[in-house]
């Protein structure tokens, strides 16, 4: 199943769309249903070659409206992937996000039209919004349920003022560190560091609470001084 992902497999097609409501796709394979997760980077297909952006917003399964409030006849099929093909619908709500259109990124300024083809976003795909992985992007990890590269252009971080917010325990520190190792590895800024809690020096505890992470000191000796 997860080939699906990676190639950019078949989701379904587009029913209707609404710039306030969303866009409601009907998923037409099932095992592509059990693959998509909120949050997820879909992709829609114009008849002009426009490719739009979308994330999953809402998930929905339920019987085809004739059959809901009929009793199950001893036609309906006990095996369960038989009864999802023939009787169960299934479909999800997308908020549009980028359009891409002659090699520009850009907002999105139209709907999708019903019957455009609906397809899982591949590597190729999500660079087309961040870049791809190399010595001018820093990488910050892969999304969950996807091994997609997640970069930022690092010209364009260092040239201007950044943050990292969130709650305790989400992880802010620990992204700061990825950040950090990308900048020193790659060699493109010096970095100042105020580490009041011995946090990015030569080691510090995991995320977990179970064991210790190395700190810059031990993952670049020759480039880190404390």
Do not use: C
Request: charged fraction near 25%; charge should be negative.
């Amino acid at each position: 199943m997860k080939a699906l992902l990676s190639l950019g497999g078949e989701v379904g097609y587009v029913l209707s769309s609404d710039f306030v409501e969303g866009i409601v796709v009907r998923v037409v394979n099932t095992e592509a249903m059990a693959l998509l997760r909120i949050g997820q980077l879909l992709i829609i297909e114009a008849d002009n070659g426009e490719l739009i952006f979308a994330q999953v917003a809402n998930l929905r399964t339920d019987w085809f409206p004739e059959l809901k409030d009929q009793p199950r006849p001893l036609t309906v099929p006990r095996d369960s992937r038989l009864l999802q093909d023939v009787f169960i619908q299934k479909e999800i709500t997308l908020k549009a996000m980028k359009a891409y259109r002659d090699g520009t990124l850009m907002a999105v300024r139209s709907l999708a039209m019903p019957g455009a083809r609906v397809r899982f976003a591949t590597d190729e795909d999500i660079a087309l919004i961040y870049g791809p992985r190399d010595d001018e992007h820093i990488y910050l990890g892969e999304p969950l349920e996807m091994e997609t590269p997640i970069v930022i252009p690092t010209k364009e971080f260092i040239e201007r003022s950044n943050g990292i917010f969130g709650k305790s325990g989400t992880g802010k520190s620990f992204l700061a560190r990825i950040v950090l190792a990308e900048l020193i590895r790659m060699k493109k800024v010096a970095t100042l560091i105020f580490d009041m809690h011995s946090e990015y020096g030569w080691e510090t505890t995991s995320e977990q609470g179970v064991g210790k992470v190395k700190g810059l000191r031990q993952l670049f000796p020759s480039q880190v001084l404390i």
